[in-house]
């Protein structure tokens, strides 16, 4: 994998200004599944080219697993506004 210090990202520039996204506890998707982690899920899913997610794919394979069971875990729902100085 190359690396180059002179490349900036933004990942919330990919974002709408105000999103709903879905917050709950779970745990990592691969082993050792981990719990205690925070997710925080995009409600709206948001498109990406085929190119796009192939070269995800080349870096990140097989980052899912099945559903899991609920637990009686709590799923909250919230509105997120980018600031303007998020961009």
């Known amino acids: 994998m190359d690396h180059h210090d002179d490349v900036e990202i933004s990942p919330g ?3 709408p200004d105000t999103v709903y996204v879905y917050r709950y506890s779970g745990s990592l998707t691969t082993p050792p599944c981990s ?5 925080i899920v995009i409600a709206e899913p948001i498109e ?3 190119e796009h ?3 995800f794919e080349k870096f990140y394979s097989g980052n899912n697993r099945p559903l899991q ?3 009686g875990r709590a799923l909250r729902l919230m509105e997120v ?3 303007a100085d998020d961009e």
Do not use: K
């Open 13 to 15: 520039a990919l974002l």
């Open 35 to 39: 719990e205690n982690v925070r997710w």
């Open 48 to 50: 990406f080219s085929q």
């Open 53 to 55: 997610i192939e070269t």
């Open 69 to 71: 069971p609920h637990n």
């Open 81 to 83: 506004h980018r600031g």
